[in-house]
């Protein structure tokens, strides 16, 4: 685990219900009073915890949802380091996060950020990584030919989800770019 201040998110982050927020709001509000504290954040996403990763994620979200400018610096790590982790929460995070910073990723990180959604689209059985990234893709889709060539099909497979909100979604998104 990272050393210095990152080690009081992790304590923080720590513990609880896992479906509970902990003290993610608290972290969030030291980051968003102390830009600086965002790297202390991200660095929590090596804690072995799985929990605490969840909740690093929950936190990074609100984080980019108050100030996604904070976020931009920290792409690269993102793209990298970060979509490493094979974790849902880490996955459908990342997702959202791509699509809600897309006017501000470098075409690099755009390709790299639609390879890493790409991925975890065709690999992943959880459904908010497939709902979020399908989401994300399917936006990305509406001016990028290549990108829906690839997703169609796909979607098309999502129709017989035996999970409804994913069905749901793919058939959607269908009908959004046909």
């Given at each position: 685990m990272p050393a210095g201040t990152a080690r009081e998110?992790?304590?923080?982050?720590?513990?609880?219900h896992p479906n509970s927020l902990g003290s993610t709001v608290a972290v969030v509000d030291l980051v968003l009073a102390d830009r600086s504290r965002l790297e202390d954040l991200l660095a929590c996403y090596r804690s072995g915890d799985a929990v605490v990763r969840l909740r690093v994620s929950s936190a990074l979200k609100?984080?980019?949802?108050?100030e996604p400018d904070w976020v931009v610096p920290h792409l690269d790590r993102l793209l990298g380091e970060v979509a490493a982790i094979d974790q849902a929460s880490t996955q459908w995070t990342l997702a959202?996060?791509?699509?809600?910073?897309?006017?501000?990723?470098?075409?690099t990180q755009r390709r790299r950020a639609e390879e890493v959604?790409?991925?975890?689209?065709?690999?992943?059985?959880?459904w908010i990584v497939q709902n979020t990234t399908m989401a994300t893709l399917g936006a990305w889709a509406r001016s990028d030919a290549e990108l829906r060539a690839w997703l169609l099909p796909r979607l098309e497979e999502f129709t017989r989800s035996r999970r409804v909100s994913v069905a749901n979604r793919a058939r959607k998104l269908l009908a959004a770019l046909a």
């Open positions: 998110f992790e304590r923080m982050l720590t513990g609880g609100r984080v980019c949802q108050a959202w996060l791509f699509g809600a910073l897309e006017g501000r990723l470098s075409s959604m790409r991925g975890n689209l065709e690999a992943s059985d959880d």
